[in-house]
């Protein structure tokens, strides 16, 4: 059965190859006609573009109004979601103000009495002392105060796609890397950011925990897929079959969605997930290599070759007749093709099993000779 079935895609990918072949002979015959057409096409295209560049022009004016207000109401509904203001501005304001000011009085009224004999030596060192301390509590309050401004400075640089790059947001709010960085650490730590998380070695600001699990689980799934790929590179014979699989799954995707009949797309995109299916088996069960070489070496070059020849058909610009029964028989190796993908994926994974199901033959055998398998409720189990 398998032999026939080779028999049958082979005489049809034969086929397909030579119609295709045919068409293009009689495309070039008639390549003057179709040019003329084509050029026409282009040229009057293009007038009507000229006429219609005022409302583009419009519509893209008022589509980026629409997302520039859009992206208000978002950054509005960040704050409120998952930012806590610092408070205390006003009372930093005014506390810096009157600090410095106090101060300066004090520091001035005792330099004045000073000179003119009134204050002491002593008293005048209380008073500078006093005024130093309060120009320190002015400086702190000033600090705090800065603080706050440039934490709603971030947090109007922030978006709603749950992350930021350090650099990037470095770069809108125009503050000094290390200054930036300590006030983010604190923000965090402070709950200020409720959810906020630094990763990537502090590269990247997380706004919320639900892109922070997905980072996590991205993070899990790359380490198990650098785990993955090390152990493929390590089999030369299944690196070699997996990167010519995914060198073709490639070349198919880019053919997906591109063709004009909607059952043509659907076969390319049974192709690009049989592919899929076979080469992911592949990884799992090593083993499995010896029964795929001709799917690896002839059934995916010669898919890619067909989607090519069928996406030249399809561009022409004129379809002649040969054209259509070209692309009606490419169609029919492309059914072809995806049924002997999926008998191929039904072969190697039921030899997989038949393995499983010799295994329990065997140990039900030995379990029935030792005398252990007894018990009708083990049976079961065991069955």
């Given at each position: 059965m398998q032999k026939d079935l080779n028999e049958t895609i082979q005489k049809t990918i034969d086929f397909a190859f030579k119609e295709a072949e045919r068409s293009k002979i009689l495309n070039?015959?008639?390549?003057?006609?179709?040019?003329?057409?084509?050029?026409?096409?282009?040229r009057n295209g293009y007038e009507k573009a000229k006429n219609t560049d005022w409302k583009m022009s419009y519509k893209d004016f008022t589509t980026k109004a629409m997302f520039k207000n859009q992206r208000l109401k978002n950054?509005?509904?960040?704050l409120e979601k998952y930012v806590i203001r610092p408070s205390g501005f006003v009372k930093f304001l005014v506390g810096t103000i009157a600090s410095f000011s106090l101060g300066a009085l004090i520091m001035l009224v005792s330099l004045v009495f000073g000179l003119v004999g009134i204050s002491s030596g002593i008293n005048l060192i209380i008073s500078i002392t006093i005024a130093s301390i309060l120009f320190l509590v002015g400086?702190?309050?000033?600090?705090?105060?800065?603080?706050?401004?440039?934490?709603?400075?971030?947090?109007?640089?922030?978006?709603?796609s749950g992350f930021t790059e350090i650099k990037e947001l470095r770069r809108k709010s125009n503050i000094d890397m290390?200054?930036?960085?300590?006030?983010?650490?604190?923000?965090?730590?402070?709950?200020?950011?409720?959810?906020?998380?630094?990763?990537?070695?502090d590269t990247i600001l997380i706004t919320d925990n639900n892109t922070y699990e997905q980072y996590l689980h991205a993070q899990t799934l790359k380490y198990k897929n650098m785990e993955e790929e090390e152990k493929i590179k390590s089999n030369r014979d299944l690196y070699d079959v997996i990167s010519t699989c995914e060198k073709q799954i490639n070349d198919i995707n880019k053919?997906?969605?591109?063709?004009?009949?909607?059952?043509?797309?659907?076969?390319?995109?049974?192709?690009?997930?049989?592919?899929?299916?076979?080469?992911?088996?592949?990884k799992l069960k090593p083993e499995s290599l010896k029964y795929v070489d001709r799917f690896v070496n002839y059934y995916l070059p010669t898919t890619t070759k067909l989607l090519a020849s069928y996406d030249e058909l399809d561009n022409n610009g004129v379809e002649t007749q040969a054209d259509k029964e070209s692309k009606e028989n490419i169609h029919s190796a492309f059914i072809a093709l995806n049924l002997a993908y999926k008998n191929l994926f039904e072969q190697i994974t039921s030899i997989n099993n038949m393995d499983i199901n010799?295994?329990?033959?065997?140990?039900?055998?030995m379990l029935t000779q030792d005398g252990l398998k007894t018990n009708k409720e083990f049976e079961k189990v065991i069955k």
């Open positions: 070039m015959l008639n390549a003057s006609d179709f040019v003329k057409t084509r050029n026409d096409i282009v950054n509005q509904s960040l400086i702190y309050f000033s600090k705090k105060m800065a603080y706050i401004s440039r934490f709603d400075k971030y947090i109007s640089k922030l978006n709603m290390k200054v930036m960085m300590k006030d983010l650490k604190k923000m965090i730590n402070d709950g200020n950011l409720i959810e906020g998380h630094l990763v990537e070695d053919y997906k969605g591109k063709f004009d009949r909607v059952e043509v797309n659907n076969e390319v995109d049974m192709l690009s997930e049989n592919t899929i299916k076979i080469k992911e088996y592949l010799a295994d329990i033959s065997v140990l039900n055998t």
